[in-house]
T-cell receptor, first 114, second 110 residues
């Protein structure tokens, strides 16, 4: 299995509080991604990174920010959590943009905003 | 319009049956195609890549039709352990973004 670790694995937080999720990889892959997965929507891209300090928005980026200060770490921050951000969050990594290069996923973080 | 569309199912089939899943994608510039498998409350994992000429891996066969922008997955001789959600995934290679279908649920019944 690819070396991807997400922390925490489970979190319950209150509306309006800041939350940071961490993704750590040991594969030295260039690309890192944050997705959320909700029933009926599948996996939707929040933000992604194509290098240290190089990030871009995905389709559901509102309310989220990211940072990548080192190759191995990609942080997702909810500045002020809302109930609509209750979801399962997956981090993924990919080595290059070449054809047929797959994405590897972390085990997910289950976030509940109450 | 969604980048990737799949029939969500569910598909409930007996052991030994053959089942086919279909998927369409909207971006004609898409270059890479995959089927992922996701077990309940687990992360998605690669089942197989899909090549233009079609490819087979044991009981699993994947096909790509670029003209129709259509991808398929065929599972022969279904096993109980095949029960999972199957995700169709497309990558445009521009920005290396992966787009996921909502998944098709399969339950194989004894």
């Amino acid at each position: 299995d690819a070396g991807i670790t997400q922390s925490p694995r489970h979190k319950v937080t209150e509306t309006g509080t800041p939350v940071t999720l961490r993704c750590h990889q040991t594969e030295n892959h260039r690309y890192m991604y944050w997705y959320r997965q909700d029933p009926g929507h599948g996996l939707r891209l929040i933000h992604y990174s194509y290098g240290v300090k190089d990030t871009d928005k995905g389709e559901v980026s509102d309310g989220y920010s990211v940072s990548r200060s080192k190759t191995e770490d990609f942080l997702l921050t909810l500045e002020s959590a809302t109930s609509s951000q209750t979801s399962v969050y997956f981090c993924a990594i990919s080595e290059t943009g070449s054809m047929n290069t797959e994405a590897f996923f972390g085990q997910g973080t289950r976030l509940t905003v109450v | 319009r969604k980048e990737v569309e799949q029939d969500p199912g569910p598909f409930n089939v007996p052991e030994g049956a053959t089942v086919a899943f279909n998927c369409t994608y909207s971006n004609s510039a898409s270059q890479s195609f995959f089927w992922y498998r996701q077990d309940c409350r687990k992360e998605p994992k690669l089942l197989m890549s899909v090549y233009s000429s079609g490819n087979e891996d044991g009981r699993f066969t994947a096909q790509l039709n670029r003209a129709s922008q259509y991808i398929s997955l065929l599972i022969r001789d279904s096993k109980l352990s095949d029960s999972a959600t199957y995700l169709c995934v497309v990558n445009t290679n521009t920005g290396n973004q992966f787009y996921f279908g909502t998944g098709t649920s399969l339950t194989v019944i004894p």
